[in-house]
């Protein structure tokens, strides 16, 4: 039985992966920090948090595994800094503190294109987050690089609300790993990435969570 702490728990595909978690038989304690308080649950536990200000020895970090799906993205954030320090500097204080406590596994929301040497900040930021976790050297370390995530967010994204249209559309025709990446199958591919533990690195693409 696993104790699994899920990092962004109130995004997109965090939500899905907390209410997967909340209902896996496999999973015996899931801990969701979050800045605002989350519905209650039997095998919730539920910091309430300033990931500005993470307290890196608290109890609640001693875990199984980890899923991060801290994310956000550069309009949201407002600058270039503040989008780094949302998509990189939290999920690697994320994960060093819980590798403090014990965690061996680690499962990271990446993306398609995550390149550190990329041009583009928001590859960039993904490839070097990426980069980061790995030198940590988790006994288990797996990145899912999804597309585009399907799914209702809770605020309004025009670009993406469009993206997606065209991509519903030609999807069918299209290689696997240019369609839309359904949000419940991140969530699986997530899940099963930190229950499992399998030793090593392990690298998640689009085409299959299409």
Request: hydrophobic share 45%; with cysteine.
């Amino acid at each position: 039985m696993t104790t699994l702490l899920i990092a962004g728990a109130t995004g997109l595909v965090g939500r899905m992966v907390l209410a997967r978690a909340l209902d896996d038989p496999r999973i015996a304690r899931v801990i969701a920090p979050s800045r605002s308080a989350l519905p209650p649950h039997p095998k919730l536990t539920n910091p309430i948090v300033d990931y500005d200000a993470l307290p890196p020895d608290a109890g609640w970090f001693r875990c199984d595994a980890v899923i991060c799906a801290l994310g956000t993205t550069c309009a949201k954030a407002g600058s270039d800094a503040a989008f780094i320090r949302v998509d990189h500097d939290y999920p690697l204080a994320v994960a060093k503190a819980a590798q403090a406590q014990g965690a061996r596994s680690f499962a990271l929301v990446s993306a398609i294109g995550a390149d550190a040497g990329s041009r583009l900040l928001y590859n960039r930021t993904k490839g070097a987050v990426e980069a980061s976790i790995a030198a940590l050297e988790y006994c288990s370390y797996t990145i899912v690089r999804p597309g585009l995530i399907g799914g209702k967010r809770d605020e309004f994204r025009a670009a993406e609300r469009v993206s997606e249209a065209i991509l519903r559309v030609f999807g069918p025709v299209l290689p696997r790993g240019w369609r839309i990446s359904p949000a419940q199958n991140i969530a699986s591919a997530l899940i099963e990435a930190a229950v499992a533990g399998t030793p090593g690195r392990h690298v998640i693409s689009a085409d299959r969570l299409a």
